[in-house]
């Protein structure tokens, strides 16, 4: 499956804890975006990276969230210290950056639960 | 001001039938696209259609097709010959130009349930 992969699918925590959510974008892209679901609303941005470089943090909370884009390995997004509104879905989507149609390749989330 | 509007919480519609979906936009950039995708119970993100601001037709893609109406900023989805699997949520989105990214900015989405 070449598409962009998630995990985990699914994840709780206790309020306190840490959350890793990590997202391989598909083959040949070097652009990740996360965005955030909370529910029973729209996807709101949170931030955009490529390899090694965070481009757009506008969407990111001040404290406790953080992302990164390793040379090798996955885009991670760490949220620290997790508090209940931090449930939600959390999506990653990547595109190759060559802005044809800028469509954006979704994975199929990560959903939080926090206690 | 909400860059992506999409007033309809809910929709019903009958099996076979045509339906629309409105969307409206705010921007001052010239140069923008236009999503739709949808987001059944399974949660995954589906891209549907695309409009360019610049394109000079309205969009299709098989059953679905994008009322694009420039000077009123908006983007309609419309849904032709509705089927059960219809059901889901349609978000809005918009790309400008003028960040030179493919962020994508949502509406708060339009609950689509089609019934036999």
């Known amino acids: 499956n070449a598409g962009v992969m998630q995990n985990p699918r699914h994840l709780v925590r206790r309020r306190g804890q840490e959350a890793r959510l990590r997202c391989s974008p598909m083959?040949?892209?070097?652009?990740v975006y996360w965005y955030r679901q909370l529910p029973e609303e729209g996807l709101k941005f949170m931030v955009y990276?490529?390899?090694?470089?965070?481009?757009?943090e506008s969407g990111m909370p001040k404290e406790r969230f953080s992302a990164e884009f390793p040379k090798e390995g996955p885009s991670i997004l760490r949220i620290q210290q997790v508090v209940r509104g931090d449930s939600a879905a959390y999506f990653c989507a990547s595109s190759s950056g060559l802005k044809n149609t800028g469509e954006l390749f979704f994975g199929e989330g990560s959903r939080l639960t926090v206690l | 001001a909400q860059k992506i509007t999409q007033t309809q919480p809910g929709m019903f519609v009958q099996e076979k039938e045509a339906v629309t979906l409105d969307c409206t936009y705010d921007t001052s950039d010239p140069s923008y696209g236009l999503f739709w995708y949808k987001q059944p119970s399974s949660g995954e993100m589906i891209f549907l259609i695309y409009q360019g601001s610049y394109d000079q037709q309205n969009a299709t893609e098989g059953r679905y097709s994008l009322n694009f109406q420039k000077a009123r900023k908006s983007a309609n989805l419309v849904i032709s010959a509705s089927q059960l699997g219809d059901s889901a949520m349609y978000f809005c989105a918009m790309r400008e130009a003028r960040y030179l990214t493919d962020k994508l900015i949502f509406g708060t989405g339009t609950r689509l349930q089609v019934f036999p």
């Open positions: 083959k040949g892209h070097s652009h």
């Open positions: 990276l490529q390899k090694e470089n965070i481009i757009d």
